[in-house]
């Protein structure tokens, strides 16, 4: 028995029972879990008698779904004086139609087929924390996303995807993609920071400012405690949380970047992060109850700071490769200490990238991003000293000096 045969219709089947489900019990629309059902084997149906005799074939099929949802909305309409004429289950509809018609090609890839059906349920079903979402934006988020949009759809299309200049290293395309990677994640954080509101305490500031910038939320919480030592343990733990973040982000972009060595480059640093993150939950248990009120972070997706960025990327990218070619480990252990005082996603995308093109090797590529790591902590024990007083730094040099400690120890003890 071929499986295939019935594989196939049944995905096609199940998927329309999947959007059915939920607008039958969202209760809104002309269709639910049986109409959907049908409309996804119809369209299956339609698909295999396209292949048959003809394609109009699935087009008489989409226009008879439009007069028969046209229909029944044209009749409710009538009965009901509160019909509000939404379009949402009559586009799913259309949809799963298409899917069903998908599906009956032979060759075709049914993981997209399921792919597609879970992100329309998924939308479906999360309307009303999508609208709240939209709700709590001002002009300053739907902003942010416009430039965002700038940057990703604008620019990134028209940049030359081929390398030029010194040791052959700098892409355009690909340095502003890296932009698009970091403006993105800072933008996730930016918006949820925004919607948040008053909401944000201690915890949130740390996750949402590691996620927009923690050398920025270091130099917040430092400020937050300055003079009162009694705001000196909820400081540092913003710092902690922010700078346990920031390693994540590090691990995401080196995944992104150079996914085939990752399970070489990722492991040490996941150990560093598992130190880092238990110091974290220790002095999370000693955090006091004060309410915390830190300035909201700026806008990520501002073209001249991608701009800077992206310049900094490339200027890191060259340096790594400079220091490669002429200075050897040692150079780049220089340019990983450099570019890490201040920014870690530069040194860390330009070192993966690098390994990915086999003019790092592995071993030495992830000790690189790691000493850039320590090096950026080091930094916000001088930004803590200096803004936040010495409450605050007490505590930031026992944690971080642990976890210097541990990384000095994965740094000399991991095997080559």
Do not use: C
Request: proline share 4%; charged share 15%; no cysteine.
């Amino acid at each position: 028995m071929n499986l295939e045969v019935y594989l196939r219709p049944g995905l096609a089947l199940a998927i329309g029972l999947l959007i059915g489900l939920q607008r039958e019990r969202s209760k809104e629309g002309p269709a639910g879990i049986r109409t959907f059902a049908l409309i996804a084997v119809a369209g299956f149906l339609s698909g295999i008698l396209s292949l048959a005799f003809s394609g109009w074939i699935v087009v008489a099929g989409i226009l008879f779904l439009a007069a028969a949802l046209g229909m029944s909305n044209f009749i409710r309409a009538r009965r009901e004086e509160d019909f509000g004429g939404g379009a949402t289950t009559e586009i799913a509809a259309f949809l799963v139609f298409g899917i069903g018609a998908w599906l009956s090609i032979p060759d075709s890839d049914q993981s997209l087929a399921v792919i597609f059906s879970g992100v329309i349920a998924l939308l479906l079903f999360y309307k009303k924390p999508l609208h709240q979402f939209v709700r709590g934006l001002d002009r300053e988020d739907v902003h942010a996303i416009m430039q965002f949009a700038l940057i990703t759809l604008v620019i990134l299309p028209v940049l030359p995807n081929r390398t030029f200049g010194p040791f052959d290293v700098v892409n355009p395309f690909t340095a502003w993609l890296m932009v698009v990677l970091i403006v993105g994640i800072g933008l996730a954080g930016y918006l949820l920071y925004r919607v948040a509101g008053s909401k944000v305490g201690t915890t949130l500031s740390g996750l949402l400012g590691g996620l927009v910038s923690s050398t920025a939320t270091t130099v917040s919480a430092s400020r937050f405690a300055r003079g009162t030592p009694d705001r000196a343990t909820a400081a540092a733990l913003i710092v902690m949380i922010a700078s346990a973040v920031s390693i994540v982000r590090v691990l995401i972009e080196m995944a992104a970047v150079n996914p085939v060595d990752f399970p070489v480059t990722g492991p040490p640093i996941a150990v560093f992060l598992l130190v880092f993150t238990a110091l974290t939950l220790i002095l999370y248990r000693l955090r006091s109850t004060d309410v915390v009120h830190l300035d909201p972070p700026d806008n990520p997706a501002e073209l001249k700071p991608a701009i800077l960025f992206g310049l900094l990327y490339v200027l890191v990218l060259v340096g790594v490769a400079a220091a490669k070619e002429y200075l050897g480990q040692t150079g780049l252990y220089a340019v990983g200490i450099i570019s890490g005082l201040t920014d870690m996603d530069a040194i860390t995308l330009s070192t993966a990238e690098l390994i990915s093109k086999d003019k790092v090797d592995v071993s030495t590529g992830w000790r690189v991003i790691l000493v850039a790591a320590l090096s950026n902590l080091v930094f916000k024990v001088g930004i803590v000293g200096v803004l936040g007083g010495m409450g605050v730094l007490k505590r930031i040099l026992l944690y971080y000096g642990i976890g210097i400690a541990a990384g000095l120890a994965i740094l000399f003890f991991w095997p080559w």
